[in-house]
């Protein structure tokens, strides 16, 4: 009897010292760095998302105490307006789904455009900042100065404006293939055939085979240190493979000429007074601050790499090409990247001079059918998404161009 007296005692003991031990790893763990930072990381979440609701909720309660709809159902509703630069066929009798999707497309086209255009003009006035040259130097310090010191809205109200007073068709500009006018520039572009789909095509394929063999080069380089001669390879097919395409497909090379028909041109390509406009403000304003972002990236490299590509007879050239620029976009890509997401949303600027971008239409959408909180929910999201994807994109080239140091 005292044997098991003593092993109940024991077990009572042991129960004793074990709780405490429990409550002290219960409390270890809860207190601890990582747990604590989800857990307020999981508070934060709760609290945004209730009050998201209760936000939503109130506005929905709103909006049905004042009898208006809401939901996209209006999407499907014939649009009954017109629209007068499309890069899809488009009439009023189509649905406002379809009215943004075509607003949705010259917002990228107009994008697209700015950051090629920008980027060449910000890489030219940069590298121009930091020539020996006196007279360019003076010439690119005086356009960054003059361009990023005015307000982007009035860059493109500028351009309207000068567009707006040039010759009317009769009195058109003449230039080679083509005339400039105040309804726009029309020039000659090759006429419609499957063949100059095809070379299109080609040309897509050989910049990516170009792109391939270029990481296929960078590869060889790092692991055994070797260049390979890609740059004759990768002209080759830029420029044979189109050509090829071209030529299997025909050869075609007719021409598509304007000709001067009543009060407007008619045949060739036309670019509208209000696409130039805006293309001309949001590119010649974001090209002043790429041309910044250039020169930064040029005078971060240290001068010790450029007196070694000296020493070894580097013309001025292949010192930029080869050892400059490489070494200089580890600087410039992040604020590339900001910058060109920022001319993406300065698209939206077209609401001034009539380009029927998608902030354009939303406005039109907005005032025909009272759906204002839909329309402002549709152009955030789009514009989130084209953001998000720059970032994504110029995140991807980071890191191929970072250098990798062993």
Known sequence: MMKQSDNSGATVMASATTQPAAAFRLFTFFGGKTVRSWCYQLLLALLLTGFSY????????????????????????????????????????????????????????????????????????????????????KISVTYVEMLRNVPVILHVIFWSMVIRNLPAPRDAIALPGGFLTNRGLTFTVPAAHSGWLWAFVALLVACALSLLLSLVARRWRER???????????????????????WLCGAPHELNRPALRGFNFRGGFNITPEFTALLLGIALYSSSYIAEIVRAGIQSVPKGQLEAARALSFSPWHVMRHVVIPQAMRVMVPPLASKYVSLAKNSSIAVVIGYPELANISNTMMSQTGQALEAIAIMMVVYLIISGTTSLLMNLFNRYVAIKER
């Open 54 to 137: 209760w936000l939503y909720s109130n506005v929905v309660a709103n909006l049905h105490a004042q009898r208006i709809a809401t939901g996209f159902g209006f999407l499907h509703q014939s649009a009954q307006f017109a629209i007068g630069e499309t890069l899809i066929n488009y009439t009023p009798q189509d649905s406002y789904a379809r009215a943004l999707a075509v607003g949705l497309l010259n917002t990228l086209y107009v994008t697209l455009c700015g950051i090629v255009l920008a980027t060449v003009l910000g890489f030219i006035v940069g590298i121009g900042r930091v020539s020996k040259n006196w007279l360019l130097v």
């Open 224 to 246: 055994h240190g070797k260049m390979l001669p890609t740059g004759r390879i990768r002209l080759a097919l830029i420029i044979g493979l189109p050509l090829l395409a071209w």
